[in-house]
């Protein structure tokens, strides 16, 4: 279900990538006008946490298994520039005043991590704004970055691809000669997802995960 990428923008100098390796999701159920007891247009609130990946949910990893998000995720990067393209958690690409967040790392065999986060909003979001302000961020991280956690500071990355999809995703990856990090950034209205996926070799699909797991949670708030 990859979707071409639009907006392939090169080998941007450098981007930390640590934060990357956890990422969440939220969501919210559009009730059906009309349904008996409930006014037309109303919405049932539902959990972040309920978007998020479960236990034994397929990935291009294999099946998931949730873990709390560790120490190893970037909390902080150098240069500040590069906060955007390195962190997870506190990412500043989530637009500020959700009314639920959640997380998960998730487990698998052999050294991959991922994560997913999600955000939830009582209002509607301009998926385009928020697609295009987090590519402007990714790609003012130049030169090298580093990435900072709870268990200490991670050798420095590079941003070596960023783009955009037509169905509001955006996905860039951070490396090193042993270490990839692969990002997405999926809006919907009342949605943000996050993902992060690292390994010690590269290919991870992001591209067509991030557009396959915005679907997927598109299917639950319509």
């Known amino acids: 279900m990859a979707r071409h990428v639009r907006a ?20 919210r159920a559009v009730r059906a006008p009309g349904e008996p007891g409930a006014p037309a247009n109303s919405h049932r609130a539902i959990s972040a946490h309920e978007f ?4 034994g949910d397929p990935t291009p990893l294999g099946p998931a298994a949730a873990i709390a998000v560790g120490t190893n995720y970037f ?12 962190l997870f958690r506190g990412s500043p690409l989530r637009p ?8 998960s790392a998730y487990r698998f065999s052999g050294q991959a991590l991922y994560a997913e986060s999600v955000d939830t909003y009582d209002r509607s979001l301009k998926i385009r704004d ?24 991670f050798r420095p990355m590079r941003l070596s691809f960023f783009g955009t999809t037509d169905d509001g ?3 860039w990856t951070m490396t090193r000669p042993d270490w990839t990090c ?16 690292c390994d010690v070799k ?21």
């Open 202 to 222: 590269p290919g991870f699909p992001m591209t067509g995960w991030a557009s396959k797991r915005r679907a997927q949670i598109d299917r639950r708030t319509t």
């Open 130 to 153: 928020v697609i295009s302000k987090g590519f402007t961020a990714v790609s003012n991280c130049h030169g090298e970055a580093i990435g900072v956690s709870p268990s200490g500071v």
């Open 75 to 86: 909390t902080g990067a150098r240069p500040p520039e590069c906060t955007a393209a390195l």
């Open 169 to 171: 995703v955006l996905v």
């Open 52 to 55: 998020l990946l479960a236990d």
């Open 96 to 103: 500020g005043g959700s009314s639920d967040h959640a997380e």
């Open 8 to 27: 392939a923008a090169a080998l941007v100098i450098a981007a930390v990538m640590a934060s990357g390796c956890a990422a969440s999701v939220a969501g």
């Open 182 to 197: 692969d990002y997405g950034l999926a809006a919907l209205s009342r949605v943000v997802l996050m993902l992060s996926a």
